[in-house]
Every structure is written in C-alpha cells, then in structure tokens.
C-alpha cells in the first residue's frame, strides 16, 4: 500500500563535500548546458511523435492490430528505459560515465531517425525500443555526472535545474513535433539528429571525475568491506515510483479531464497544460532556492500535491480545475528534485550510477504504470475525476506516514538525522 512506504534514515555520503569541479566560468556554464541537454533527450523521445499519432494511425491502418501497435511507438522507450536503467547503471560504475554517454547519443541519433526509412511498424517499434536502451544509458549517465561533479547544495540546485529543464522541454517538444509533422508524420524523426551535435561536444567539454573525494578515501578506508545501500535506497526508490504517478497524472489526464467538463477546444486545452507545466518549473525553481534537505519537506510537499488533487477532484468547471492542477503542479515540481536528491545523498562515488539507474527504473516505471492505475481507477469509482481524488487520498496519506515516521524518529532520537546535518 502506498501509505506503508517507509522512510528509512539515510546514510549521507558526500553531500556537503566540496565540489570536484570548477563551478563559475564558461567551462562550467558549458558543461551544465550539456548535461541539461543530454537529459532532455529522453523527453524528447517520450513525447516528439505524440502529434503524430493519428496519422501513424492512418498510414498504417492496413496493418492488422495497428490501433494498439501505433501507440506503442509513443510509449515503449519509457518502458524500455524504466526496464534497462539499472542495467545501464552496473555498466557506468564498471565502465565510466563519459565513455557510455558519448556512444548512447551518437546511437540515440541512429535508432531515433531510424523510422524515416523504414516501412514496417514492427520494425519501427523496435528501433524505437533501442531508443528507450539508450536513453536509459543516457539518463543515467547525465544524473550520476550531476552527482560526481558537485556536492551540497549546488548538487541540489542542478538537480532541480534538471528536472526544470525537462518540464519546460516537453512543452517545447510537443509544439515542435505538432509543426513538424504537419509536413508528414515522418518529419518528426529528423529532430533525433540533434544529438549527433551533442556527442562531439561531450567528448571534448566532459571530463571523468575523480574515482573518490577525500571523505570518501576515509570511509573507505575505515570500512574496507563497503556493500550497495540496498536498505537504505529501497524506500526512496518505492517513494519515487508513487511520486512519478504523482507527477505525471496532470500531463496525461488533463485534456481528459477538461473534455468531461465540456472544454473541446485544442487551444484551451494546450494552454492549461502549458499552465501546468510552467507551474512544475515554478515549483523546481523554489526547491532549488530553499536550500533545504529533501527528507524534511517530502511530506509538505506531498500535502501540496494532495491538495491539488483534491481541488481538480471537486472542480465543477475548467478555471477551478485548472488552479487545483497548477497547485499539484507546484508540489510535483519541487517532488521530483527532492526525491532524486534524496536518494543520491545514500550513494558512494562506487555505487552511484547504479543506484542512479534504480532511480531511475522506480520513476520511469511509476510513469508507465500511470494511465494504467488512473483507467483502473476511473473504472472503480465511475468517473476520472474520482480516480485523481483517489490517488490524492493516497499521497495525504503517505504524506501523514512521513511526517509520522520522521517525528517518531526525533521522538526515540532527539539528535538532528544525517540529511540535516549536511
């Protein structure tokens, strides 16, 4: 149940550790660039063909099963990359983090223009699976990069620059990929190309960071049989599989919810997301400047999100459901970087890119498995609008188990957790 999700004390490695990088100069705006960049890259790849969907549909429609094939070209790389992140994470702790990331974007270009010359969809939805394999691969490498190169609050303050950036691309990504294919649903696919620009750029401006930072050389020195925090990730990474159906219910359901309350028209409908999304960045951004722990604030900011979703749960009419929306949106925007946050807190230079790629697979799999819950959910109670009632029950009571586990910790342990000391 999700209101049983633990929050185990964490084990803070190296988050108030010095940064192994510069932090100030063009090298460092340039390297922060095309990490952002390289995150992107898989939300590009969730949402670019989304316009063109129909008329995937209809070039196809000879093709028997095409009606729930077609969709499978949208939403098989998140799958994809939810079930090969952790893989992707063993592969950048043995084989190092700029290595995996300069192959997997010069190969993110060739799956992702690969259906401007194929004609089976079958084949097209394998090349767009590879394209989930890489984007895990990049994924991966961009967030543990983040992780090694700075420490503290500026790893906190990139990690919510992050999840801006990917917030503000997905607007972006689906307005480019509507114009696009307005020449064919092909068109589309020549935006993947854009990462054969950003490989050379990797090689030359990324460097590999150091293997330890001092503090690290001491705990490992102490504690020469170091073993993957298993415990101590297990619950944030069961916390982030919630929190991404948290996250991506407003993106996925609001045209739907909008059109039960007799709103057709494309224009409004593009504008409240667009509300929406600019409310995720708005929240990402007033993470960042709180400079606060993440364990403290997860439960508030799940009572944010809750709260959003009971204002779209009672909303009669569009600008009500809208305002419940940005609400969430708000609590969603400072939950994806607090969660991420918290969890690279528990990691080791040695662990960090798989216990990145773990992350990585709980979010990515909670995104997946969003709509699903919500159909089932709509189904249960009668309406979509119960359903995200529902799931803001669900986060005010993990919120409520939160606050309760934390305050009988203080209560057995008066003494600050680790996380507020650094």
């Keep these: ?36 960049a390289g995150s992107c890259l898989p939300i590009l790849g969730a949402v670019l063909i989304a ?37 992707a994470g063993v592969i950048v702790d043995r084989l190092g983090r700029k290595r995996l990331l300069i192959v997997a974007t010069l190969l993110y270009a060739v799956f992702g223009t690969a259906p401007l010359w194929l004609d089976s969809l079958g084949a097209i939805i394998a090349s767009r699976a590879l394209v989930g394999v890489t984007e895990a691969a990049i994924m991966t490498c961009c967030t543990t990069l983040i992780g090694d190169y700075y420490s503290g609050h500026r790893r906190v303050k990139y990690l919510a620059l992050q999840t801006m ?28 190309a854009v990462s054969l620009a950003l490989a050379p750029l990797m090689a030359t401006v990324l460097t ?71 409310a995720t960045v708005g929240g990402a951004v007033t993470f960042a400047r709180l400079k606060r722990s993440p364990g403290p604030m997860l439960p508030a900011v799940l009572a944010v999100c809750a709260a959003g979703f009971g204002v779209m749960f009672l ?25 991420l946050t918290g969890a690279m807190s528990r990691l080791a230079f040695e662990d960090r890119g798989r216990g990145t790629g773990l992350w990585l697979a709980a979010f990515f799999g909670g995104e997946f498995v969003c709509p699903l819950v919500l159909l089932a959910g709509e189904s249960a109670v009668g309406s979509l609008a119960g359903a995200v009632g529902v799931l803001g029950l669900f986060a005010a009571l993990v919120a409520a188990g939160l606050w309760a586990s934390r305050h009988r910790a203080a209560t057995v342990d008066p003494r600050p957790l680790p996380e507020q000391l650094a």
Excluded at 64 to 82: C, D, N, S, W
Excluded at 168 to 183: K, P
Excluded at 241 to 267: H, I, Q, R, W
């Design 1 to 36: 149940m999700p209101g049983s999700v633990p929050s185990p004390s964490p084990t803070v490695v190296d988050d108030a550790a010095p940064s192994s990088v510069p932090v100030s100069g063009p090298a460092h705006l340039l390297r922060v660039t095309l990490l952002m």
């Design 51 to 87: 316009p063109v969907l129909p008329k995937m549909q209809d070039h196809f429609a000879s093709v028997p099963g095409a009606k729930a094939l077609v969709p499978l070209a949208l939403t098989v790389p998140a799958l994809a990359l939810a079930l090969l992140a952790p893989f």
């Design 165 to 192: 950036c990917a917030s503000a691309s997905a607007t972006v990504f689906f307005v480019l990929g509507g114009a696009a294919g307005s020449a064919g649903w092909r068109v589309p696919f020549w935006v993947y």
């Design 208 to 278: 590999n960071p150091p293997s330890h930072t001092a503090t690290e050389q001491t705990s490992a020195e102490v504690a020469p049989q170091r073993t993957f925090p298993w415990r101590q990730l297990a619950g944030i990474c069961a916390l982030t599989f919630f929190g991404a159906m948290v996250f991506y219910t407003v993106p996925v359901e609001m045209s739907y919810l909008l059109d039960d309350l007799g709103v057709k028209n494309s224009g409004v409908i593009g504008l409240a997301t667009a509300l929406a999304s600019a």
């Design 315 to 339: 909303a009669g009419n569009a600008p009500l459901l809208v305002l419940g929306a940005v609400v969430n949106c708000v609590g969603t925007g400072m939950l994806l970087p607090a969660l």
